[in-house]
């Protein structure tokens, strides 16, 4: 379900409209690409599964990376992608998202006046 959970978040925030200034939204950080992106930086997964229904809990960890002057435009991209994120669609291919929480962020000054956003969710799913 983490595999199939990951290519769904991945492919819901690249049909964004509002996220048209992120250059590239990837599986992973891409190995070249102008900022700003997003990536998922981690993810791990444990037992979330019920009598009748196997589950699982997925945490994934998103970064965004983007330069450190455009401060406004960042504000804005992490607003969007919040918002994308919590609409997720429930009912997905396979399995259903029984809930989504915002469990921590963090910012952080990089090299050459480069700025990177990791937002960590849990997302608890069960198998359709």
């Known amino acids: 379900m983490e595999t199939s959970l990951r290519a769904a978040l991945i492919g819901w925030l690249r049909a964004d409209p509002a996220l048209a200034e992120v250059n590239i939204v990837a599986e ?26 196997r589950g699982r809990e997925v945490r ?30 429930r009912g997905q291919p396979g399995f259903e998202i029984a809930g989504i929480a915002f469990l921590r962020g963090r910012a952080e000054q990089r090299a050459r006046g480069m700025r990177a956003v990791l937002m960590e969710y849990r997302f608890r799913a069960l198998e359709a």
Do not use: H, M, N
Request: negative net charge; proline residues 7%; aromatic residues 8%.
């Open 28 to 53: 992973e950080a891409p190995i070249a690409a102008s900022p700003p992106w997003l990536g998922i930086a981690a993810s791990a997964s444990a037992d979330w599964s019920v009598k009748q229904r």
């Open 60 to 89: 994934i960890a998103l970064e965004l990376y983007f330069r450190g002057q455009a401060s406004d435009t960042a504000t804005s991209l992490i607003s969007a992608i919040e918002a994308r994120i919590e609409a997720l669609p």
